[in-house]
């Protein structure tokens, strides 16, 4: 799908001299001259009518006068001399001829419509018509093998046109699939598309053409509605990742550009996210010359992930050089810079609230704030339970205890008898389990002199220096 450049025009013999003598004008048909000035050729059968007219035989004159008769063959020809120029047309992404230079050799990369892009998820647009994607045939590969080659610029597997995508207004037919990634580096990036300026490691793209409006991919890719790319974003994770190995693990069989292998068929729907439904929706182009702006752009808010061990199998097995070049250059940083919205929308699939998706950083953040909220909140309940409790204690203790009263018998008689009784009214069990741990100490010890009052055991308690039994018989019995 690399289109072609503007091919330089051919220098042509000198002009000036004599032509067909009987009627006095160059013998080129009115077919020949619209179509060499059509394909901006200027050979000595395509005269430009602003110059002179070349000198041509007469016997290539009897040739051209038939030459009506082999349109057809003279245009494919034409043609496919122009599409060879153009295939052989070398663009780079550094260099000379690097991303910087790109507009000047194809006009189109320099537009207004460019691709990729960053999406900035607070300024989508929630589009409720935006449905799940719906893969057709992905997993349907009648066990044929894909062919995967190198073509300089990145890995490609070719697609079978049965595979197609629906939940777009039209039906769109696979063409191909193809990786970009960087080069290992710090902060190096590797995916084409970014989200909230940040960007993944790597990026994979499912291209389509319209097949309901076009013959093929070559007609579908200069026009508005031709194309429809599916961009999935690849991130690190802990396990390999089984389906990318259908594609990493065949890489050193095209080391070099121009180097083809078939491999065994997949399911290719593997590749894609888990949730299908979740995508963002611009209007776009080509991130590779001649940057046609003619896609359909679905980027997945989902990322798949492969291990470390497959993303450095990627950066550094293909060779963007060939077999025979003195020279190997890497194929690494394949991948074109964000370019200008220009005001162009772009729309999610989701709301901002179900779309949101945490960093693991973020859920830890989370989960520590929260336990540590519970943990605090905790310790203020307890505070102010034990506060509560033990102001309830002293106050019972307080409020309850006898006023003062003239004593006819000693506290020393055997026949003595604690007055207030109402004091030591025997309490439940679950209030003597709460009670317990906020009576003062001295009540305490009291309880556990008084413990072996139950089994009929003394309970003594020393004040002032006077002895008193049994007073606290009762007080014994809580």
Not at 121 to 137: F, N, S, V
Not at 165 to 184: E, N, R, T
Not at 185 to 197: A, D
Request: aromatic share 8%; proline share 8%; with cysteine.
């Amino acid at each position: 799908m690399h289109p072609a450049s503007h091919r330089k025009p051919l220098k042509g013999r000198a002009a000036g001299g004599p032509v067909e003598a009987a009627t006095g004008r160059q013998a080129v048909s009115p077919f020949a001259r619209s179509l060499c000035f059509s394909l901006s050729l200027r050979v000595p059968l395509c005269p430009p009518r602003s110059l002179p007219s070349l000198l041509i035989p007469p016997s290539t004159v009897a040739r051209v006068a038939n030459m009506d008769s082999l349109a057809p063959f003279v245009l494919l020809l034409l043609a496919g001399l122009h599409w060879t120029a153009a295939e052989d047309t070398s663009w780079t992404y550094t260099g000379m001829l690097g991303q910087s230079e790109w507009s000047e050799h194809f006009p189109e990369c320099g537009g207004s419509s460019q691709s990729p892009v960053d999406v900035v998820t607070t300024q989508t647009k929630y589009d409720p018509a935006l449905t799940p994607l719906t893969p057709l045939g992905y997993s349907q590969h009648d066990n044929r093998p894909f062919a995967l080659y190198n073509n300089g610029h990145t890995a490609v597997i070719e697609l079978p046109d049965w595979m197609s995508l629906g939940g777009l207004p039209w039906l769109f037919s696979a063409v191909q699939m193809h990786l970009h990634w960087g080069s290992g580096g710090p902060s190096s990036g590797g995916s084409e598309h970014t989200i909230n300026g940040q960007s993944a490691e790597a990026e994979l793209h499912v291209v389509h053409y319209n097949s309901e409006l076009y013959a093929n991919a070559s007609a579908a890719m200069t026009q508005r509605d031709g194309l429809a790319v599916l961009g999935i974003l690849i991130g690190i994770g802990e396990e390999t990742n089984a389906a990318f190995n259908n594609i990493i693990n065949y890489l050193s069989r095209i080391r070099h550009a121009n180097q083809k292998v078939l491999i065994p068929a997949f399911d290719v729907q593997s590749l894609l996210p888990k949730d299908l439904g979740r995508y963002f929706r611009y209007n776009g182009s080509l991130t590779t010359p001649p940057c046609h702006q003619s896609v359909i752009w679905t980027v997945f808010r989902e990322r798949v992930q492969i291990s470390k061990a497959q993303l450095l199998k990627m950066e550094t097995v293909l060779y963007s050089s060939k077999a025979r070049d003195p020279d190997r250059m890497l194929l690494q940083d394949n991948f074109r810079a964000t370019q200008p919205l220009n005001h162009r929308p772009v729309f999610a699939s989701f709301t901002a609230e179900s779309g949101k998706e945490l960093s693991s950083g973020e859920v830890t953040a989370i989960v520590i704030g929260i336990m540590c909220g519970c943990v605090g909140l905790a310790v203020v309940v307890r505070f102010i339970v034990k506060t509560v409790r033990s102001t309830s204690s002293w106050d019972v203790l307080t409020n309850n205890r006898p006023a003062p009263t003239h004593r006819s018998t000693p506290l020393s008689s055997p026949n003595a008898s604690f007055p207030h009784k109402s004091f030591f009214k025997p309490l439940s069990a679950s209030t003597r389990t709460l009670l317990l741990p906020l009576i003062p100490p001295i009540v305490i010890k009291v309880s556990s002199v008084c413990s072996g009052r139950r089994s009929g055991g003394p309970c003594d308690l020393w004040a002032g220096g006077r002895r008193r039994e049994n007073t606290l018989t009762r007080a014994c019995q809580f």
